[in-house]
């Protein structure tokens, strides 16, 4: 059974950083893109950054460029999420996900909960 | 980027009827030289993860009813509910997976009416 488990979520000041990190079981890892995106509160879901299988290739959307890092380590099974400079916009659900139909996304975690706040 | 923008922004449907939503890329997200349009939609619940619906703009995910399609080609395209039932009450969404930036549509929300 595909598991996608996030965690490091909390509550974070503007200006600060988190690291989100996502555990993945029940398939091979290193054989999937994985995704993050994002529901913020009352808004829609939005993509915020993809990795390739083997980490070669990361994107991030525009709004997280260059404040937000992907990566990912394939013996351990894990992505993460490298979140820095905080703004209150930011605050949202963060949900780890594979990326298994032509890169569509066909597992989701549970999501985990980031609050930018003071 | 390309823009996804869906309409309408909520929808009414009475039990057992049709419901239609709609989704309009800002440029085609049709491959050609696979004839595959990078189109998926999702249904998201309150308090759950989104789920996937269909990919390939058509081609409907493993256990999801086939009350659900997907039908649309290049920029335009459709997702139909036939026969609602009370659990389809969700928002839903579609992306594009075409180019680096996998772009949501705004959502749409499905009530009963």
């Known amino acids: 059974e595909v598991q996608l488990v996030e965690s490091g979520g909390g509550l974070v000041q503007p200006g600060g950083s988190l690291r989100l990190s996502c555990a993945a079981s029940?398939?091979?890892?290193?054989?999937?893109?994985m995704t993050w995106v994002r529901q913020a509160p009352g808004k829609g879901l939005e993509w915020v950054a993809n990795i390739r299988e083997d980490g070669s290739l990361k994107y991030h959307a525009g709004s997280v460029e260059g404040r937000f890092t992907i990566s990912r380590d394939n013996a351990k099974n894990s992505l993460s999420l490298q979140m820095n400079s905080l703004r209150a916009e930011d605050t949202a659900v963060y949900y780890c996900?594979?990326?298994?139909?032509?890169?569509?996304?066909?597992?989701w975690g549970q999501g985990t909960l980031v609050t930018v706040s003071s | 980027d390309i823009v996804m923008t869906q309409s309408p922004d909520s929808l009414a449907v009475s039990l057992g009827e049709r419901a239609t939503i709609n989704c309009k890329s800002s440029?085609?997200?049709?491959?050609?030289?696979?004839?595959?349009?990078?189109l998926a939609w999702y249904q998201h619940k309150p308090g759950q993860p989104p789920k996937l619906l269909i990919y390939w703009a058509s081609t409907r995910e493993s256990g999801v009813p086939d009350r659900f399609s997907g039908s649309g080609s290049g920029t335009d395209f459709t997702l139909t509910i036939n026969s609602l039932q009370a659990e389809d009450v969700a928002l839903y969404y579609c992306?594009?997976?075409?180019?680096?930036?996998?772009?949501f549509g705004q959502g749409t929300k499905l009530e009963i009416k």
């Open positions: 029940g398939f091979i890892f290193s054989d999937y893109v």
């Open positions: 992306q594009q997976y075409y180019n680096t930036f996998h772009t």
């Open positions: 996900a594979r990326a298994g139909k032509g890169t569509a996304i066909d597992y």
């Open positions: 440029q085609s997200v049709l491959y050609s030289s696979n004839n595959k349009n990078y």
